[in-house]
Every structure is written in structure tokens, then in C-alpha cells.
């Protein structure tokens, strides 16, 4: 399995910004449509952001406004660049195929987002 690889994360105040990078080999990396995950300590694992082949993105609620989902096929990677970032956003962020499928989860990283 082609397993994806998040990084990027860390620790930042609130009001910060950072940008979550995702990458994965393969060569149809631009046909994929995929997604950005996070979840909380004890919560369930939810989707914040998804992206199609074609560029068009999707966000979650409570992300609209200060998440941006993009892409570069190039570089076989997707990104997310989190501004506005509240202590609520403290999570491990994961990326996957949109329809998230089990076997393809990655360590994810952590993001903590201090008040």
C-alpha cells in the first residue's frame, strides 16, 4: 500500500497560521480526490477539507473561512493552510482519499493550538 505522509504540524498560539503538507507516490496522484482528517483527544476522527482532481474544495463548518485546501500534482502533494487557528483545532490532522479508506491512514501530524 501507497500509505500518505502528513507533516508540517507543531505547536502555535491562538490566532496563528500553519500549513499542512500531505504527499503520496504514485503516479495518478492527480486523478485522486482527497481529503484532509482531524481528530481530537476523544473525539472521533472528522473530515475538514476535501479536494477533487479538478481543484474544486469542500470544508467542514467550523473550518470555512480559515482553512484552505489545495494541490500540487506536480509535487504529488496537498496542502492545508490553517490561519485563524483556535485551541478547538488541537488534533492530529491526517490526510486521505476523500471516501477515507482504513488501510490507507498515515501517522498524521499533530497540531496544539495554545489560548
Known amino acids: 500500500q501507497v500509505q500518505f505522509v502528513e507533516s508540517g504540524g507543531g505547536l502555535v498560539q491562538s490566532g496563528g497560521s500553519l500549513r499542512l503538507s500531505c504527499a503520496r507516490s504514485?503516479?495518478?496522484?492527480?486523478?485522486?480526490?482527497l481529503g484532509w482528517y482531524r481528530q481530537a483527544p476523544g473525539k472521533e476522527r472528522e473530515s475538514v477539507a476535501s479536494?477533487?482532481?479538478?481543484?474544486?474544495?469542500n470544508y467542514a463548518d467550523s473550518v470555512k473561512g480559515r482553512f484552505t485546501i489545495s494541490r500540487d500534482n506536480g509535487k504529488n502533494t496537498v496542502y492545508l493552510e490553517m490561519s485563524g487557528l483556535k485551541p478547538e483545532d488541537t488534533a492530529v490532522y491526517y490526510c486521505?482519499?476523500?471516501?477515507?479508506?482504513?488501510?490507507?491512514w498515515g501517522q498524521g501530524t499533530q497540531v496544539t493550538v495554545s489560548s
Open positions: 486521505n482519499f476523500a471516501r477515507a479508506r482504513d488501510d490507507f
Open positions: 504514485g503516479s495518478l496522484f492527480r486523478a485522486l480526490h
Open positions: 479536494i477533487t482532481p479538478g481543484g474544486t474544495t
